[in-house]
């Protein structure tokens, strides 16, 4: 009960207000219904111009209230074709149930590739076109001085893009700093750099991994460039935005190149490789 001894005349009119606002309160319960979602499946898939075997990971999702333990989904027909007409059905690796390998096809760059999978009488497609490989032309290691934690070494990467069309490019998952042949640290998948032509058709583009006080002199490493195609980029562009935290007013999962509302990607992409030692 609220109670008035010599309050002002605004005091006065607050009280209703207080009211109306203890009695709402107290009766209207809101009731967020967060398992309401059914489960959907998940592929993440890629194929490259390097030797085999390539492999596609199937899982589901999970409620919201239920632990991040994705359970596998096993027994699913998956097979990849190119458009010459060569193709080959994925075996589903016995230790590690929902992950399926390929055997004997081989990624070639200017070739397209089709993803069918097949499972709990669903069928999910992605079709990727894989482009021709683009080089690092270098790599240069520059140290920079002061700021929070002292001097630190920054890796950056340049290479020309190709004229006339347009680009997409991933630096993907072999980072990584070697000491005395241990791997130090690596670049996780869904963190990889993302960068496209946009604007810098036919120019030479520069990719800094930012600056690292842990790189020691002696130290070696390696990174991949990936180039890859617009589907592909769109699903990690959209996933980098997720990560970062940045949120429209209708959240919504990375933006998926597979059919039939599948989560996930599929990405046929060349890749070259360079290596620099920490001066």
Not at 40 to 50: K, L, P, R, T
Not at 220 to 226: G, K, R, T
Request: aromatic share 8%; glycine share 8%; net charge neutral.
């Amino acid at each position: 009960m609220i109670k008035s001894t010599k309050h002002s005349a605004v005091s006065y009119c607050l009280l209703p207000i207080a009211y109306c606002l203890l009695f709402s309160s107290c009766q209207k319960v809101i009731d967020i219904n967060l398992n309401a979602a059914a489960p959907q499946i998940v592929i993440e898939a890629s194929i490259n111009d390097q030797p085999g075997p390539y492999y596609v990971k199937l899982s589901q999702t999970v409620n919201f209230s239920e632990t991040n333990i994705f359970p596998a989904v096993s027994g699913a027909l998956v097979k990849i074709t190119d458009n010459t007409g060569l193709s080959e059905i994925l075996t589903e690796d016995p230790a590690v149930p929902g992950s399926y390998k390929t055997s004997t096809i081989q990624g070639v760059p200017g070739r397209s590739y089709t993803l069918s999978v097949s499972a709990a009488g669903k069928n999910y497609t992605s079709v990727s076109d894989m482009p021709l490989p683009v080089n690092i032309d270098s790599l240069a290691i520059n140290t920079t001085t002061g700021g929070f934690g002292g001097p630190r070494k920054n890796l950056e990467a340049y290479f020309r893009d190709p004229a006339g069309v347009a680009n997409y490019y991933r630096f993907g998952g072999t980072l990584f700093v070697l000491s005395n042949h241990v791997i130090q640290f690596s670049i996780k998948q869904n963190s990889n750099p993302i960068t496209s032509d946009k604007l810098r058709d036919g120019s030479e583009l520069t990719n800094n991994f930012g600056g690292r006080n842990t790189l020691i002199s002696g130290d070696s490493i390696v990174i991949a460039l990936q180039a890859i195609d617009k589907g592909a980029y769109d699903y990690f562009r959209t996933l980098g935005q997720s990560n970062n935290g940045i949120t429209s007013a209708t959240p919504a999962n990375p933006e998926s190149n597979i059919s039939n509302g599948a989560l996930g990607y599929f990405s046929a992409y060349s890749v070259r490789s360079k290596g620099i030692a920490v001066p």
